[in-house]
Every structure is written in C-alpha cells, then in structure tokens.
C-alpha cells in the first residue's frame, strides 16, 4: 500500500513538472531565453504559434478600438498567428495631446507597458528582420517597425497586405544602434484602420 501511495505521488509530481513546462513564456527557442548571444543560436524567431521574448504588447495610442491577439485563422505556419485591428476611429494622444489618426502595436521588452523602460542588448547579433503578413486595409497605409534607436526607427512601408496571400517583408537593420532596444517590432496603422495577420516574425544576421 505504502509502495502504490508512493507511486502515485511521483506521478503527479512528475505532471507538475511537466505542466510547469508548458507555461508559454518559457517554452522559447533556446536555453537562455534571450536569443542569440554572438550569432550561437542563429535566427531568432520572435514569434510563431507564441511570443518568444518574455516581452509584453503595447497598444498606442490608447488600447481603445482596436483588438491584438493570437488566432488559428488560416496561419502562416504551425497552429496560430497575430491579428491586429484598427477600426479607425481618431484616437486621444495623452504624449501628443492632440487627436491622432494612427495606432500602432509594439512588441515590447519589457513584460508590460508598465514596465516600458526596460532594455536589450541585440548587437552586434542581428541585422535584418523578416515577417509574413496578410489582411486588408479599410483606408491610410501601414507600416511595420523594427526597434527603436537613438538613430532612428528602420522601418519598410511594404508588402501591401492581401486577405488570402502571405507575403513575407524585410526590415534592414544594418546601420543601426541596437544596443539599447526597448522594443522588438511594431505593427503601424496610418490613416485608416483595417484587419493584419503577422506569423514568424525572426531577426536574422546575414
């Protein structure tokens, strides 16, 4: 009897464990959850069925009337990608104090907007990003940003999205000082709203 009770406590124990496993925040594509340290892991894949950078999301202006999140709608690749909506509504700017006619949603560092200040080293490890997208546009244009640098923000206004297509795009990020990352990509809705799909977004070195 004792043997059989100590069986099945090993059981469970060994479940926990497993459970524990499977928190998304930690099933991430290499031993340090951080990426690549000096190109050792290779590409880094920010995200594909999850987010793998224990980072958060950002909705800006403000989080009203748009929507992020993860769905199974027709993926790029494995069982789920990103949608995020706009449905272009003008939007209060508490930092522009004004009415802009733009949102955007950034993958961040830190885990939440809170917490926004945090930073990341990805220099000297990567210098080009590439995504996949599809979607529609109700009007305006969209964007999609790597990471904020004191020099600037690389950016590519491109592909266009298509409801039924993927298309992959590219963000170069050669030139740039990554050294003090707060975010790692931004999705821009610029003078209208509309409906994106993004899937396996990966910061590679070439």
């Known amino acids: ?13 060994f479940l926990v464990l497993i459970g524990c496993d499977q928190s998304p925040l930690d099933k991430l594509l290499d031993p340090t ?11 880094w894949v920010i995200y594909d069925d ?20 993860e769905v199974t709608e027709n993926p790029r690749s494995g069982t789920k990608c990103i949608k995020y909506s706009w449905d272009g509504t003008t939007l209060w700017s508490e930092k522009d ?24 080293d990805l220099s000297p490890d990567y210098n080009k990003i590439t995504f996949w997208v599809r979607g529609n546009l109700s009007s305006g244009t969209i964007r999609f940003e ?14 266009t999205p298509d409801p039924s297509t993927w298309k ?22 610029d003078g209208g709203g509309g409906t994106v799909y993004v899937d396996d977004i990966t910061y590679t070195r070439e």
């Open 1 to 13: 009897m004792a043997n059989k009770i100590f069986k099945t406590i090993t059981i469970l124990f």
């Open 50 to 69: 999850q987010l793998n950078t224990r980072g958060g999301v950002m909705l800006c202006p403000t989080d009203e009337h748009q929507t992020f999140a």
């Open 97 to 120: 104090g004004k009415l802009v006619n733009w949102t955007a949603a950034i993958l961040i560092v830190a885990p939440t907007w809170q917490e926004y200040g945090k930073e990341k």
């Open 168 to 189: 992959m795009g590219t963000i170069d990020l050669s030139g740039f000082d990554l050294s003090h990352v707060k975010e790692f990509f931004k999705i821009v809705f």
């Open 33 to 43: 959850g951080e990426g690549a340290l000096d190109g050792e892991w290779g590409p």
């Open 146 to 159: 790597g990471p904020n640098t004191p020099g600037g923000t690389p950016s590519t206004t491109g592909p």
